[in-house]
């Protein structure tokens, strides 16, 4: 059996097979490409894909793809086989460096928001030589990103690049007003941690909504569900520590960092977090995760679960993203030290976060805005709507005495005494945790806790790359041209303190009063659901932002608008389609026959017995038949409103039709037949129940 040392990154084209295979001059090179973004000779793209089919292929692989993120959310690839035919009928090993560097993939086929009609097909992946190709089955993958044939994005990995980029050289700017001239680059890093559910398989496959929407659109409460508190860090159950097992082997080799596991709070729910890894790797990774988790999981006869609400009435799925930012030369530009008060470097980029989180809260949200997350956000553990900061009391105190221009007394350590002398003591952390928090410090990082569990990493990381270079340009331009550095350091450190406090909240984000308080106080923005967040992408105040930083041109904001509204109509109305589907075929029918069967019971009692009553069976009919009418109606009124939504002007008039109109009656169509569950015998219920779901993998 091979040590995890030995499995980790075995199937990876990374710095040890380059260095290995590679000749030193085209090594160099490359590190070059990688290191500084130097163009790649074609020379040099030839000696690297040659040495990197030979590797694929004596790891038995036989195909190579570019693979891809285009705007679905998920993975894409096209295979194509490593042989060509040789002159004496048989074939050859062949790999060029044009078909490592550029793809050809039809572009039309993929959302594009406008950007590329059906005869306009051509599109293009071009090889990204940060991230390392990989082996998966038998296909050598490449990661790449994808344009169309007029150079527009239509990926989620370029404008994450393009942000990168921004960072960097605004990052450098500052630093070098700092004296630190040895830096030279200066990179965002990203720890996502992924939670999902694991549902038995055999019961997944009854469930329509499960398969169609990844969701529950219907499911009574259970008797039990997360009240008791004890599925949160427990022993973690044999199947599915089977699957953690195998899980972890298949990401160690594919040389994806994963440390952490456990279950969540929610019976069935699990979560993942790796290492820190640079933000461009880490969304392939995460990309990655997924993927694996989906194909270990049906090996193991299970159904792996992304959905941010699977589940009505318990916690749902997030992902939580930590975002650091730190130079080439190892130095962690959020972490305070020991004296942060004093470290003025610290508190310039940490206001500089502050400044790039208010100024593009809007923003922010509506990275994060799916179908899916508006049924998350605001309880159980999930953050509210409202973006806001913790920083917790002493960077707080520290802020606040930085502002008032009066000294910082900080409180002394306190070393935490249990009561029992063989148990350690130690020192406490300076700050609390908020678990409420929708954007947290945490020690030196920031947790963005918005993200729902299917999101891609890509594009919240690339809002909040860009909004915080931008920033940092704001500030690089003001202070590269100060007579007095330090003292205009400290006036735009105070000046922007007092412009962003409002952002900064340590409190309960479920309070009404907060909610309250932030919106009619302090003039922050509540975006509750998604189509109230995606108009921020063409508010002018952000489209100059990102166009200037160079991340997004206006036309891919102006499609990135249509392909989310799209995105939410699609998704809501195929979850509308289904409910109509499984109350018409599965639900109606099974409490029409209980019903009819509880009729027949009391006609053959009161033949037996003429006298008896069947107060039972007969107050049960009639429930269940006024149920019946019910279900009845509220489907009708459901499909006569998706009926009314092809009168639609276009997505953004049908999203709002949806969010105001569909979503309330889907509700009332739900609510009326989870009452119809709780009283229909199970033999009859077409479904597997929430205590089949949530209590069915041991």
């Known amino acids: 059996m091979s040590t995890v040392s030995e499995l980790f990154g075995s199937l990876v084209f990374d710095e040890r097979v380059m260095k290995a295979r590679l000749p030193g001059n085209i090594y160099y090179s490359l590190k070059q490409t990688i290191r500084q973004g130097k163009s790649l000779d074609l020379s040099v793209a030839n000696a690297v894909a040659t040495a990197m089919r030979d590797w694929a292929v004596e790891k038995g692989a036989t195909h190579f793809t570019h693979w891809f993120q285009p705007m ?10 490593f042989i060509s035919p040789s002159p004496d009928g048989g074939v050859i090993m062949d790999f060029s460096g044009k078909e490592l560097i550029k793809g050809e993939p039809d572009a039309s086929s993929f959302p594009s928001g406008g950007l590329r009609a059906t005869f306009e097909a051509r599109g293009y992946t071009a090889w990204d030589p940060t991230s390392f190709a990989f082996i ?9 990103a994808f344009c169309s044939y007029s150079g527009e994005a239509l990926d989620l990995k370029t404008p994450l690049l393009r ?4 960072l960097n050289k605004q990052a450098i700017r500052i630093l070098k007003l700092f004296g630190h001239n040895d830096v030279t680059q200066v990179t965002a890093s990203v720890g996502p941690e992924q939670e999902y559910f694991l549902v038995d398989r055999k019961l997944y496959e009854k469930r329509p909504d499960l398969i169609f929407t990844g969701r529950t659109l219907f499911g009574a409460k259970p008797p039990k569900g997360q009240e008791m508190e004890d599925h949160y860090f427990a022993s973690i159950k044999p199947r599915v520590q089977a699957f953690m097992d195998d899980l972890n082997e298949e990401l160690w080799k594919l040389g994806i960092l994963a440390k952490t596991e456990h279950n969540e709070v929610a019976p069935a729910q699990h979560e993942l977090a790796p290492i820190y890894s640079t933000a461009n790797i880490a969304t392939d990774h995460n990309q990655l995760t997924m993927e694996m988790m989906q194909k270990v999981a049906a090996k ?9 609400k699977p589940f009505a009435g318990v916690n749902g799925s997030g992902k939580h993203n930590n975002w650091s930012i730190s130079t080439n030369t190892g ?3 959020l972490s305070p030290g020991e004296t942060p008060h004093e470290n003025a470097q610290f508190l310039l980029f940490l206001v500089a976060v502050i400044k790039a989180v208010d100024d593009y809260q809007d923003l922010l949200r509506m990275s994060v805005a799916t179908a899916g997350n508006d049924h998350r956000l605001g309880a159980n553990e999930a953050p509210p709507a409202v973006v806001s900061i913790f920083l917790g009391d002493e960077l707080t105190g520290i802020l606040e005495s930085i502002e008032k221009e ?9 070393v935490m005494k249990l009561g029992v002398h063989a148990l350690p003591r130690f020192t406490r952390d300076t700050t609390d945790r908020n678990r409420t928090s929708p954007f947290a410090f945490t020690g030196n990082k920031f947790e963005f806790r918005m993200l729902g569990s299917s999101n891609s990493i890509a594009g919240p990381n690339t809002i909040l790359n860009a909004a915080v270079a931008d920033t940092l340009r704001i500030f690089a331009d003001e202070l590269e041209g100060a007579e007095d ?3 205009a350091l400290q006036k735009l450190i105070q000046r922007t303190i007092t412009a962003h406090k409002r952002i900064i ?18 003039g922050l923005l509540n975006l509750r659901t998604t189509p109230d967040c995606i108009p921020a992408m063409l508010e002018k105040k952000n489209m100059d932002m990102l166009t200037g930083m160079k991340v997004f041109t206006v036309s891919e904001l102006r499609s990135r608008y249509e392909i989310m509204m799209e995105n939410y109509c699609k998704t809501l109305r195929i979850e509308a389609n289904t409910m109509v589907d499984m109350v018409t075929k599965g639900i109606l029918p099974a409490v029409e026959a209980y019903a009819a069967d509880t009729a027949a019971c009391a006609a053959a009692k009161k033949s037996l017995i003429p006298n008896l009553s069947c107060e039972y069976e007969i107050s049960l009919v009639t429930r269940l038949s006024n149920l019946v009418d019910s279900i009845r109606k509220k489907t009708d009124e459901l499909q006569q409103i998706l009926i009314s939504l092809h009168d639609a002007e276009n997505a953004t008039a049908e999203a709002f039709l949806i969010r105001d109109k569909v979503l309330p009656k889907m509700a009332e169509l739900r609510a009326v037949c989870d009452e119809a569950e709780t009283v229909t015998a199970k033999k009859y219920w077409p479904y597997p129940t929430y205590s089949d779901l949530l209590f069915g993998v041991y």
Request: charged share 25%; glycine share 10%; hydrophobic share 30%.
């Open 485 to 487: 550095f330090n003292g």
């Open 163 to 166: 942000s990168m980029e921004a």
């Open 331 to 333: 130095i962690n530009l």
């Open 505 to 522: 909240f340590n409190g309960n984000g479920y309070d009404d009063a907060w909610i309250k308080e932030a919106t009619e106080k302090r």
């Open 136 to 144: 998966k089955g038998k296909t050598l993958c490449i990661p790449t």
């Open 300 to 308: 193991h006869g299970l159904v792996c679960l992304f959905h941010e």
């Open 406 to 414: 009066v000294p910082y007394n900080g409180k002394e350590k306190v």
């Open 72 to 81: 679905t959310g998920i993975t894409a690839e096209k295979h194509d086989s």
